[in-house]
């Protein structure tokens, strides 16, 4: 982390939501999606987050979570405002990647590497030490990223995982591994702090991983204590096709909320203020998400609760900006 991290998640920490969320921080440094990607792997990053959090937490008191990645067959990328290309291992800022086969993401990359079980262990036992790092950083929860066509994603998905062995061919066995690294890090984080999982509902592709799939994974993921489920979708293949729309993953959460009981989370284009009231009060998901809308708008907390209704904690700093016709709209306590 940097100072850019400083002002990012800094002025997201004064948006009135109820939990920020540090994304997509790799537990190695070949699970970094790009090159200038956050992780907590060392002692250097954890010193560098370390810096950042102590900044971010004199002004603010929200709940911090951080998201623990590894972007298997999608890593060592250029930045995204730059191409977004993967970048060839012998390349300048480029590494080989691995997966759970040796199955590129798009025609005409290089290849990952399969893991072996002792390179699971290791990517596991990474995770482990991730998790151990956030607690010693304070973090508050952990979710895992097993979406968006990462490791954990490509070990659930048939078009990902192509594997003969105990870690491929059925969905008991593409589940084996992600249940592994969830299991690892549960037993490892304290018990009064949550861990969840972000999922992909659906790979958009025909016999790819789908909603049923997911469901029985959002099961086991239930009854080993995962504390809440994240849908998202797609990702996995460059022959996707997503209904792109308001509200289009809502659907996948609807289906995860319908057979658990632990939270769901819903996320994807969700903008406006009734929609996302919408979402909540018909039970189709039990929170929601927000990622490009609220960069976009950073205060879009304030308003929905100007709305709706509600109220949000303001820094001290700011009270004076609020509108007469919201008189209790500001809390600083």
């Not at 789908?210 to 995962?226: H, M, N, P, Y």
């Not at 995860?256 to 009231?277: N, R, S």
Request: charged share 20%; proline share 6%.
């Amino acid at each position: 982390m940097t100072d850019w991290h400083l002002i990012h998640l800094g002025h997201l920490a004064l948006s009135g939501a109820a939990l920020l969320t540090i994304e997509a921080s790799a537990v190695v440094p070949e699970g970094r999606i790009t090159y200038g990607d956050v992780g907590l792997y060392d002692d250097a990053t954890e010193a560098a987050m370390a810096g950042v959090l102590a900044s971010v937490r004199r002004h603010s008191k929200m709940p911090i979570a951080i998201q623990l990645a590894h972007a298997g067959r999608k890593a060592s990328c250029e930045l995204p405002w730059l191409s977004g290309k993967q970048i060839a291992p012998t390349a300048p800022n480029g590494w080989q990647t691995f997966a759970p086969s040796a199955v590129s993401f798009a025609e005409g990359e290089n290849a990952p590497v399969a893991l072996d079980k002792a390179a699971m262990d290791r990517v596991r036992d990474a995770f482990v030490a991730a998790a151990v790092r956030a607690e010693r950083l304070g973090i508050d929860a952990i979710q895992l990223h097993g979406a968006h066509g990462y490791l954990l994603h490509e070990f659930l998905s048939p078009i990902s995982n192509q594997r003969t062995d105990d870690y491929g061919g059925s969905i008991e066995n593409r589940m084996r591994f992600p249940l592994e690294v969830f299991d690892a890090v549960r037993a490892t984080f304290p018990a009064h702090k949550p861990v969840t999982m972000r999922v992909s509902g659906s790979d958009w592709v025909a016999g790819g991983w789908d909603i049923e799939q997911t469901i029985v994974f959002a099961k086991e993921l239930e009854t080993r204590g995962c504390a809440a489920i994240h849908v998202s979708s797609g990702g996995n293949s460059p022959l996707q096709e997503i209904p792109i729309g308001p509200s289009y993953q809502v659907p996948l959460a609807r289906g995860v909320k319908q057979a658990v009981d632990v939270p769901v989370i819903a996320v994807g284009l969700i903008t406006d203020f009734e929609q996302a009231e919408a979402i909540i009060g018909t039970g189709d998901a039990d929170l929601i998400a927000l990622a490009r809308t609220i960069l976009y708008d950073p205060r879009w907390p304030w308003h929905a609760a100007a709305h709706l209704g509600g109220n949000v904690v303001a820094p001290e700093q700011y009270l004076r900006s609020q509108p007469r016709q919201y008189r209790d709209l500001f809390s600083h306590s």
